[in-house]
């Protein structure tokens, strides 16, 4: 990195989701009117949800549960709320909405399908947000800011500054949406806003980070957090 320039990480969090491959990534799910086995689907895309800054900052928390209705084609037609705080719902839905699941086929025949799922919104502690036991389907958790920031790391990488942003004189934030497995490994990183220059020096170092296994009632639990990296010049 030059001598003239600096680059500053800042850790943000904020929501969660699947912390598995999109390419990989199954869930349950139901066929509308079908009577078979409950069906599994294949994730396409999957963009982990993040908190949204004024939910955040309102120190909003808690569960959502939303019903994910997919055409034949795999996208989204519809969500539907089935409970949680409406601003925490709207931000999760915001996201959702840009699913896509390899076509459900059935007898050769693309068919549409729901999802169930669910996300918990932790904001301050997760061993007091989180219940111990649930009778539903566990929550896929979604981290603050406060949180995130008091995660410990096994493994950080520090991003250098693309020596043609410097040379542009490009500073800015390169925001990410980070899905972490029970491991402390970041399994999905799409990138949520940033200068292109600056982009891929950022993903290319967060995608090396790993956590230290974040437990819930002495289980480690995967999780979603949002990733800033911010990145300076000094004349």
Do not use: C
């Not at 931000?91 to 025949?109: M, R």
């Not at 292109?196 to 999780?223: C, N, R, T």
């Amino acid at each position: 990195m030059s001598r003239h320039a600096s680059l500053a990480l800042v850790l943000f969090a904020a929501v969660s989701l699947f912390a598995q491959d999109s390419n990989a990534t199954s869930a349950h799910a139901t066929a509308p009117n079908a009577t078979a086995p409950t069906p599994k689907v294949a994730f396409k895309t999957m963009i982990p949800v993040v908190y949204n800054t004024e939910a955040e900052k309102k120190q909003l928390h808690g569960r959502v549960d939303l019903t994910i209705l997919f055409n034949e084609k795999g996208r989204v037609d519809k969500v539907d709320v089935l409970g949680g705080d409406p601003l925490l719902a709207k931000n999760a839905a915001s996201f959702v909405k840009l699913w896509e699941i390899f076509p459900y086929v059935v007898d050769g025949l693309a068919r549409p399908v729901k999802l169930n799922y669910s996300l918990q919104f932790v904001i301050k502690s997760v061993a007091d947000e989180v219940p111990e036991t649930d009778t539903e389907a566990p929550a896929h958790l979604v981290l603050s800011e406060n949180i995130s920031r008091t995660l410990p790391f096994r493994k950080k990488v520090q991003p250098v500054y693309p020596p043609n942003a410097i040379t542009a004189r490009v500073t800015g934030s390169v925001a990410m949406a980070a899905a972490i497995n029970p491991d402390g490994h970041i399994t999905m990183l799409p990138p949520l806003s940033g200068n292109p220059l600056l982009v891929p020096s950022a993903v290319d170092a967060v995608k090396q980070w790993q956590y230290e296994p974040l437990l819930l009632h002495g289980m480690p639990i995967s999780f979603n957090i949002k990733i800033t990296v911010d990145y300076d010049l000094i004349n």
